[in-house]
Each structure stands twice: as structure tokens, then as C-alpha cells.
């Protein structure tokens, strides 16, 4: 394994998306939009990093990923505006 520009940006994506599972798993009021937000981010920067490094099966994963987040953050936003 190389240390490349998209193993960089995809190791960043993973542990952003670690972070956010911790804070999950510790927060005692989840901010769901600080929560969906790094799991977007996170798996963007991971799709970015297969796209040099192609693998289906976690491509497909960080797809369905991306788009559950951004569903929450939607979500997250029409529940706050009036």
C-alpha cells in the first residue's frame, strides 16, 4: 500500500466516520445535525478515495452511507425552520 493523495483523503474519511459513531455512543443529547454532517463529509471523502483505489463493494457502501446522511440532514433542517 501506497501512502497517495487518496489513501490520505480516505484514511481522514474513515476516521472522521469513527468519530462520529464515538460521539454517538457518548454523547448525552445527540446533535443529529453535527452527526449526519460528519458522516457526509466522512463518506465523501471516501467515494473521492474509490475513486482511485475502485472497490465495489465499498463504493456501494459509501454511497447508501452518503445518501442516509443526507437524508438526515434534511430532515434535520425542515424540522428547524418554521
Known amino acids: 500500500m501506497t501512502f497517495d493523495l487518496a489513501n490520505i483523503v480516505g484514511l481522514i474519511g474513515s476516521a472522521i466516520m469513527v468519530v462520529a459513531y464515538g460521539y454517538s455512543n457518548v454523547a448525552k443529547e ?7 454532517l460528519l458522516n457526509l463529509v466522512g463518506s465523501l471523502l471516501l467515494i473521492w478515495s ?15 452511507w ?11 433542517v425542515k424540522r ?3
Open 30 to 36: 445527540l446533535n443529529f445535525l453535527f452527526f449526519n
Open 50 to 64: 474509490l475513486m482511485t483505489h475502485f472497490n465495489l463493494a465499498s463504493m456501494t457502501l459509501e454511497i447508501v
Open 66 to 76: 452518503a445518501a442516509i446522511a443526507l437524508l438526515g440532514l434534511v430532515k434535520n
Open 80 to 82: 428547524k425552520t418554521p
